[in-house]
């Protein structure tokens, strides 16, 4: 190789251990937020069991943990602004774990507060991406799903917890919520991959949501079983 | 912030539009990966085509000639492969080829080393990163995709083995010894270039052990021929001829006749041996 030509190949070799620095300071401000929302998110576990209190203190939960997401929205500023056109898919690795775990956050904290499923465009909207950036930073359906799948391993300790601190009918309304899902992610095909491992997990959190949803059931603790017997869940 | 409960219908709409997604994703990476293998077969081809050519036995001993000739060749069959890359860049438009960079790489390298070998053929040199580039774009000078230094490097360092055989098949030929010390000082050049890069490029460390390997067989192929020379006190052209001679007599006299190679061959006057040459050639000419 003539001279000119090594320093180029090795500025080039260079400039990409640069960016690739750069991307890593703004994915470790990143994890750090995501890390702190779950750590927040934990306590749904053992907050008072007393009915009004619970009423209290988990929207307060929700709204700390709300604010950090919301956060999160410089750090994935700071990645479009860093990440060169069109080369997305070149870094996304770097940041999957937090981009995942914050979607885990934003759904989990929504089932919490409005019992309902948030969608990818919302998911994405909260984290702050932007469809013009979609070529640099994106939500890909694969890192919302794998996301999707925390929330339902969540949801079934959650269903065992709530039981503990007197909440009855929290394990049916995630029975009913996590079984929809689950038929969702039915319909996907899956490469052997990550994704298909960690759907394959998936019945036995539902098993054990069941479980929980039959042994309050039966003992004629929930709400519905007062007026009638109910059978056992299937 | 509440949103009204998404209904049971749209959870399966979403997960009906994710599956669509996933599949066309998956089909995608089929077609690269289909796309990659056949241009890993193709030119993987040119490389044993250019090995074929350059060894050919012809009346006129114009190495380079013989070897641009291959280039040629080469650099023909090869457009086969652009017009692969033409029709996968579609494919790989935009932020795409990022996504599929993995199943595109192998394939890439594959020709990059069978285009840098064509090349060294024609020129005697290392093709760049440009030229490279340059072969892998539309009439209009837009590229298929963007080429990245990774997989340039380690297709040239895939080149240096086949550089080996390249110096080591053609050694028993006139001007073998020659080209061979070329391309091990070539090889050698290579080998260093590559050294400053390699924390920079996952596996091309492995990639220089097997080009230090490939250099010790050329290194010791031309010292094995210097050391045999040093012990004839004749040019080194003329050594050819008489190892040529012996060869020929050989064959021509069939198998049985031991006459034919034995000291005799090797005693003779070298201005005899030089004329036996010239027939000897003109018989094979006959014999074809």
Known sequence: MDSDEVEKINLMLERDVELREKIKEHVNEFDKRTRTMVGMLNKIHTTPSDANRLEIAVPALLDSARTVLLSCRETTHALSVTVPENQFWRWKDMWSNPIRTAVFAATLIEYLSGRTLLSLPQAANMIGIKEEWSDRVNLPVEDYLHGLISLVNELSRLAVNAVTLGNFDEPIKISIFVKELFVGFSM??????????????????????????YDVSLRKLTVGSQHRPLAPAS | MSSPPIPHSSVVQLFEHF?????????????????????????????????????????????VALAKRAAQSGYEKLRDVQSLY????????????????????????????????????????????????????????????????????????????????FAISGISRRGGRKKASEVCAFVRGCKS???????????????????????????????????????????????????????SNYSSS??????????????KHPSTGRHRGRDINDDEDDNR
């Open chain 2, 86 to 165: 033409a029709k996968l860049a579609v494919e790989l438009q935009g932020d795409r080829y990022w996504r599929y960079q993995r199943q595109v790489s192998p394939g890439l390298q594959e020709y990059i080393e069978a285009l840098s070998f064509a090349h060294y053929l024609d020129h005697g040199s290392l093709i760049t990163f440009d030229q490279v580039q340059q072969t892998l774009m539309d009439p209009h000078g837009v590229p298929y995709f963007p080429l990245t230094s990774s997989d340039h490097l380690l297709g040239l360092s895939d080149l240096t083995g086949e550089l080996m055989r």
């Open chain 2, 254 to 267: 069939g198998v049985d006749n031991g006459a034919a190679f034995g000291h005799d061959t090797y005693h």
């Open chain 2, 19 to 63: 599956g669509a997604d996933l599949d066309d994703h998956n089909d995608r990476r089929e077609r690269i990966i289909k796309a990659s293998r056949d241009i890993t077969n193709i030119s993987k081809k040119v490389i044993f085509l250019l090995h074929r050519i350059v060894l050919e036995n012809t009346n006129n001993t114009d190495d």
């Open chain 2, 193 to 247: 270039d590559f050294e400053r890069m390699t924390p920079y490029i996952r596996d091309l460390n492995k990639k220089q052990a097997v080009t230090t390997q490939s250099l010790e067989k050329i290194e010791d192929a031309a010292y094995a021929i210097v050391v045999r020379s040093s012990e004839y006190d004749l040019p080194p052209e003329m050594l050819d001829d008489i190892v040529a001679q012996s060869i």
């Open chain 1, 188 to 213: 996907l095909n899956l490469k052997n991959d990550t994704l298909r491992r960690r759907y394959d997990s998936l019945k036995y959190d539902i098993k054990k949501i069941e479980e929980v949803v």
